[in-house]
């Protein structure tokens, strides 16, 4: 069949030095394409704003994936299926997956992931209880395993994955430290989301805060932005401590990236320093995904998130804004498909 209309997709424009923003991406349309046998076709209601595509759109081949200029920008996409060849997928049915930042998307089926709103709205299907929160959810309760009245630290504690690493902490009875950036985020880290502290990390005297917070030292750090952050961290970390590698984003736009120069303590108080990846844990998805929807249910965890209205054009601006710290809980661009 044919369609009407023209598709807007967002490509990126060159190599981004520094913060990226509008500067770095340009829009273009390009006709809706006819669907094949087995193809549907997916409108766009939002897109997921991840800090990690900063890393990929380095000049470097060193990473996970890549977005060169001139490729269609890398990104998550929760949106509804308005056409389908595909026996298996029905129009109507909200559906996820890593499609390009676009208003339409063609898909086979291969990697989409069915979003049942009745679990969770569809935004939160790319933050709270998409990726960001199965991250934060295997991380907690399979990697570090907090047991009652230990201390966790978690830096970038009121981003997408911090914001929900923080409540599952609390859950499994951790004592949580949060670091984030600015007084009105802290207080949020304690008034919405039940952190027992919160240290604003702009402020000079920060590390001496964190210290007072953790007089007997810290059994697990979850690491979200890397950098200083993370290294002055490590002077805390306690005895068989864990330090957990989930992310590095004070790096990913650095010209140089930095390694932590304290890690002289990881041998002193025979810690570990480990990465992480949510990937490998796909086939447990659905598991995590049930205990999340019933304590959404019953209230025991909130689902955090920043929307901003826009279109495919305003992806750079919406992003820049991810790095200046606007967000609290998962960055989303809600496109006009979505409605109001
Ligand atoms: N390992 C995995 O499988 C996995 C999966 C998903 C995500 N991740 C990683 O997890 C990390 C968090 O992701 P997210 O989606 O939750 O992002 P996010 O925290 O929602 O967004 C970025 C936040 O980082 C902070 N930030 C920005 N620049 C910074 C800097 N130079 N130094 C310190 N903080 C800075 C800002 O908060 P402030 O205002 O507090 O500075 C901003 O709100 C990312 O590094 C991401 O790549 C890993």
Sequence with gaps: MSNEGSNQQLFLARIPHGVSGPQD???RE??????KANELLIETHYVGIDAALRLITRDSDEFL???????????????????SNNPAWRVGEYVNGSLGVQRYAISDGSGLERCDINQAPLGAWLGGFGVSGLTAYF??????????????LI????????????????????????????????AWLINQLEYDVAID?????????????????????FDNVGGEIMD???????????????????????????????????????????????????????????????????????????????DVGDFGAVFEKLYRGVNRGKMLLKLPAAGA
């Design 25 to 27: 991406f340009e829009v």
């Design 30 to 35: 390009a006709p809706i394409p006819v669907l």
């Design 65 to 83: 994936f890549r977005v060169r200029p001139g490729d269609v920008v890398r990104g998550s996409v929760a949106g509804r299926i308005i056409e």
């Design 139 to 152: 991380a907690v309760f399979d990697a570090c395993r907090p047991q009652p009245g230990q201390t966790v």
């Design 155 to 186: 830096n970038g504690a009121a981003g997408a994955v911090g914001s929900m690493a923080g409540q599952f902490a609390k859950l499994a009875g951790a004592r949580v430290i949060g670091i984030a950036g600015g007084p009105e985020k802290c």
């Design 201 to 221: 990390y702009r402020r000079p005297d920060w590390f001496a805060h964190l210290k007072e917070a953790a007089p007997d030292r810290i059994d697990i750090i």
């Design 232 to 310: 002055q961290s490590l002077k805390l970390i306690g005895m068989n401590g864990i330090v957990l590698m989930c992310g590095s984003t004070s790096q990913y736009a650095a010209e140089e990236m930095k390694g932590p120069a304290n890690y002289i303590w990881l041998g002193t108080m025979r810690a570990r320093l480990q990465g992480f990846v949510v990937f490998d844990y796909a086939h447990r998805y659905a598991e995590a995904r049930k205990r999340m929807a019933s304590w959404i249910k019953s209230g025991r965890i909130k689902i955090p998130q920043h929307v901003e209205a826009g």
